[in-house]
């Protein structure tokens, strides 16, 4: 019973935000006015075979709006793609917080921080919102999971860091903290405890 607790917390986080979701029909003009300024047009040149012309953020945000809006046939309403791909995010961000302070500190800190993250400050209103936050919260926190999992071979912690940076990177350029997180993790304080000709070469 105690292990179901987290998901018990993520399907809670899930309907509450649904709810909100709902009443939430289009953007607004606080954090959304990017959404139809720059990553609704690229991703419409995306699915049209287009270079996108946003130079201040990377593809990555766009490019998932595209495939997720073909894959549900929401090409016409990316607002729509945009707000529930946040939504999913958002539950996925209070998960992975569970799995990294529990691998961390243990399950009950792990329980308590999923709690306080999901309830805390405004978090519930980017929750909901067609933005890139929630979005790249959830790829970053996937990254420190992957590479804190000791359930993971050491390559599989690191291909998978690395895979999951460079979306980050791609999602929002000041992703890049993430590489200097991951190499210092491996190089200055030898997560795998590992000889240095090791630690170089995952590097």
């Known amino acids: 019973m105690k292990r179901a607790l987290p998901l018990l917390l993520s399907v809670l986080h899930f309907a509450l935000l649904v709810w909100l979701a709902r009443q939430h029909p289009f953007g607004t003009y606080a954090t959304e006015t990017d959404f139809y300024h720059f990553f609704a047009p690229d991703a419409e040149r995306l699915a049209s075979g287009q270079f ?33 791909l946040s939504v999913v995010c958002a539950v996925a961000c209070g998960w992975l917080i569970f799995r990294l302070f529990a691998q961390l500190f243990g399950f009950w800190v792990g329980v308590g921080a999923q709690a306080l993250a999901v309830a805390s400050g405004e978090f519930p209103q980017f929750s909901i919102s067609a933005t890139t936050d929630v979005f790249f919260l959830a790829l970053c926190l996937a990254t420190l999971v992957v590479l804190t999992d000791e359930r993971l071979s050491i390559r ?45 070469r995952l590097a």
Do not use: E, H, I
């Not at 595209?66 to 729509?80: I, N, Y």
């Not at 460079?166 to 000041?174: A, E, F, I, P």
């Not at 903290?177 to 000709?197: G, P």
């Open 52 to 84: 996108p012309t946003n130079t201040y953020q990377g593809p990555g945000y766009p490019v998932a709006l595209a495939l997720l809006a073909k894959l549900t046939g929401l090409s016409g309403d990316l607002f729509t793609v945009g707000k529930w």
């Open 156 to 200: 599989w912690r690191t291909g998978g860091a690395a895979v999951l940076t460079s979306l980050s990177y791609l999602t929002r350029y000041n992703g890049l903290f993430l590489l200097v997180v991951c190499l210092c993790s491996l190089l200055l304080l030898n997560l795998f405890q590992l000889d240095w000709r090791r630690r170089l």
